[in-house]
Structures are given as structure tokens and as C-alpha cells.
């Protein structure tokens, strides 16, 4: 039964108000943009999700490591756990908190080994893992069975081999912290096909870009800064951007309308200007 807010100090109503203000910015803002019921599989609980935070909030954990008693504590909070200090994790204690019902969210945890991340894997929910630095194959492969939104925001790099792991995910895959992947593995994520975000991505070859276009799930690429002719041609050609959320700079539209100077614009490796002139001073991008 929920408290009487009468019955609540004004200051714990403020700071109640507080992380509903905050898990509101979490379900809509973060990660890749908000995550649809597509993503998911199921709608949001954004009622019950309010409420839970207004009265009990979310289980906050500030040390640096976690034992399997703290885990199997905090993981009887029905919204969520936030580690907030957290830097080392065991399969043990992974496999406490990954029987929380809520989302998961490890703040500053660098790295993962791979019995850890088979035991995540389990968890239910939103996986945040924002702040790890590498990323093994392994991990990868285990953290790839998760059935929920996968955030790996802070990876900066990763190699083809973990590409073509987390490609397997099935749910929402944000990896939003890379911005200049080898092509190869662009070419290796492209295979997955549920949401993918690539909001750092600042440029694409032509096959990086075809590949994206060709993929079944939904692609975000709201930082791309640049493109060539060639790459314009690719992301447009096989797809009818309704699978992208792209930059504003970049033309909408069929793509027989949207207006190139082919003879200014094919050679090779040359940007396009921004913002691209108006179609109907530029011939189609098919002559």
C-alpha cells in the first residue's frame, strides 16, 4: 500500500520526486534514444515504474566491491540496482544481482570476464554496462544472450571478433561510444538485427553503409558528420531510411528525388557539402 504522501517529510518527497524526474530521463533520454516496446518485447511499466521509485526507490550501492550477501540483498529491489562505485565483479555475486527485477545499471565498472557476463546474461532487464573500457569475445558471446537492451556506451573500440559476438544479440545494442570503427566491423555488428546504435559513428564507407541499409533491425546514426557520394548512394539506395534515424543534415525522401550533383560529387572519397543544396536546383542521384 503506498504512503500517505501527509505521512512523508517534505524533504524525502522531494528526493522521491527527484529519482521519478530521474528514471523518467532514464526510460525516454538515455542509451540510443528511447527504447520502444519493439526493443523490449513488452510495453513499459511506466506507472508501476513511477510509483516504486516514489516509494522505495531504487537500491544504491556506493562501495567499490559487492559481496554475495549485499548482491542477494540489493537484488530483492523490485525496480532496480545502481552501483554506483562498483569496479570489480564476480560470477558469484553477478549471479545475485542478475535476479533483480529491475534494470541494472554498473556506473563505472571497467571490465567484465566472461563468467561474470554469462551470469548478467540471465538478468531480465536493462543491462547498463556505460563505462567498461575492453570488451573480450567472450564477454561479448556471454552478454550476447542477454534478452534485454544491451548499453556498452563507453566502449571506444572494439575488434571484428567481438563485433561479430554482440552481433548475435537479439534485443536493443547501444554502442554509442565508438567513432571510428574499422570498416570490418561495421560490416561484423551490421548482422544484428534488432535496434542498433551507432550515434558516435561520424563517417561510413560505402559498404559500411550498404551493409547498415541491408540489415533487418533499426540503425541509429544521428552523429554522422560527414558522407561521400558513394556512401549517400549506399545508406539510400538499399533502404527506405524508415529503418534509420539519421542527422538532419542528410536528405529525406525517395531516394530517385533527392538531389546530388553527380558530376561535382562522384569522386571518390570527396565529402558532400553541408547542408547538401536544394533538390531542385541538383539532378537525381540516379542519373
Not at 500500500?1 to 524525502?12: D, E, V
Not at 518527497?13 to 529519482?19: A, K, P, S, T
Not at 570503427?181 to 561510413?204: D, F, K, M, S, Y
Not at 557539402?273 to 537525381?284: C, G, H, I, N, V
Request: contains cysteine; charged residues 20%.
Amino acid at each position: 500500500m503506498l504512503a500517505s504522501p501527509a505521512s512523508i517529510p517534505r524533504a524525502l518527497i522531494v528526493e522521491r520526486i527527484g529519482r521519478a524526474a530521474m528514471v523518467v530521463a532514464v526510460l525516454t533520454l538515455e542509451g540510443c534514444s528511447a527504447s520502444s516496446s519493439a526493443d523490449h518485447g513488452q510495453a513499459p511499466r511506466t506507472f508501476s515504474t513511477l510509483a516504486d521509485c516514489f516509494c522505495r526507490g531504487t537500491a544504491d550501492h556506493r562501495e567499490e566491491t559487492i559481496s554475495v550477501d549485499e548482491a542477494h540483498r540489493l537484488a530483492a529491489n523490485p525496480f532496480g540496482i545502481s552501483l554506483r562505485r562498483l569496479r570489480t565483479l564476480d560470477a558469484s555475486a553477478a549471479r545475485e544481482l542478475a535476479a533483480c527485477r529491475g534494470f541494472l545499471h554498473f556506473a563505472v565498472l571497467p571490465a567484465l570476464n566472461p563468467a561474470a557476463a554469462e551470469e548478467l546474461a540471465t538478468h531480465a532487464e536493462d543491462l547498463r554496462l556505460d563505462r567498461l573500457e575492453t570488451l573480450s569475445a567472450d564477454s561479448a558471446r556471454a552478454l550476447a544472450r542477454h534478452a534485454g537492451a544491451l548499453h556498452l556506451n563507453g566502449l571506444r573500440s572494439i575488434d571484428v571478433a567481438t563485433a561479430e559476438a554482440l552481433a548475435t544479440h537479439e534485443g536493443l545494442l547501444a554502442l554509442n561510444g565508438l567513432e571510428d570503427p574499422e570498416e570490418q566491423v561495421i560490416l561484423a555488428i551490421a548482422r544484428h538485427r534488432g535496434h542498433l546504435c551507432l550515434n558516435g559513428v561520424e563517417t561510413l564507407s560505402p559498404e559500411a553503409a550498404g551493409a547498415l541499409a541491408a540489415r533487418r533491425g533499426k540503425a541509429s546514426l544521428h552523429g554522422l558528420a560527414s558522407l561521400t557520394y558513394q556512401s549517400l548512394v549506399s545508406l539510400l539506395h538499399h533502404s527506405d531510411r524508415s529503418g534509420f534515424d539519421l542527422p538532419d543534415w542528410i536528405p529525406t525522401g525517395r531516394s530517385e528525388a533527392i538531389g546530388l550533383r553527380p558530376a561535382a560529387w562522384k569522386g571518390e572519397g570527396k565529402p558532400l557539402p553541408r547542408p547538401l543544396s536544394t533538390p531542385s536546383a541538383l539532378a537525381s542521384i540516379n542519373n
